[in-house]
């Protein structure tokens, strides 16, 4: 049985750091992308970044050049660093797992990841 649980979140406050992990477990995610998401109530869930099959990392223009993702293969597990977070980086961050192995980028679209983890809560303080 597949599984992601991510971790890692909390409350912090503006201009502060915080980082997020996904295990995963079930079977291994080297070979496919893995992307994060948010979610903040009553919005629409959006790509926040993601790393291909290749190690290339993609990243949504509003968290360029404050947040980084990883991967660590041999844990199978999905990092993301936050840095010089906002208050508009509130919201629950979910990772997912490409439903594509042959995809050779990152697709920014909820409907191509297969799995989903539960979600873990950022709330940033101004």
């Known amino acids: 049985q597949v599984r992601l649980v991510e971790s890692g979140g909390g409350l912090v406050k503006a201009g502060g750091s915080l980082g997020l992990s996904c295990s995963a477990s079930g079977r291994s995610f080297s070979n496919v992308a893995m992307a994060w998401f948010r979610q903040d109530s009553g919005q629409a869930r959006e790509f926040v970044a993601g790393i291909s099959r290749s190690g290339e990392s993609y990243y949504a223009e509003s968290v360029q050049g404050r947040f980084t993702v990883g991967r660590d293969n041999a844990r199978n597990t999905l990092y993301l660093q936050m840095n010089n977070v906002e208050p508009l980086d509130t919201a629950g961050y979910y990772c997912?797992?490409?439903?594509?192995?042959?995809?050779?980028?990152?697709?920014?679209?909820?409907?191509?990841?297969?799995?989903w983890g539960q979600g873990t809560q950022v709330t940033v303080s101004s």
């Open positions: 997912a797992v490409d439903r594509n192995p042959y995809r050779l980028g990152v697709s920014r679209r909820t409907g191509d990841y297969e799995y």
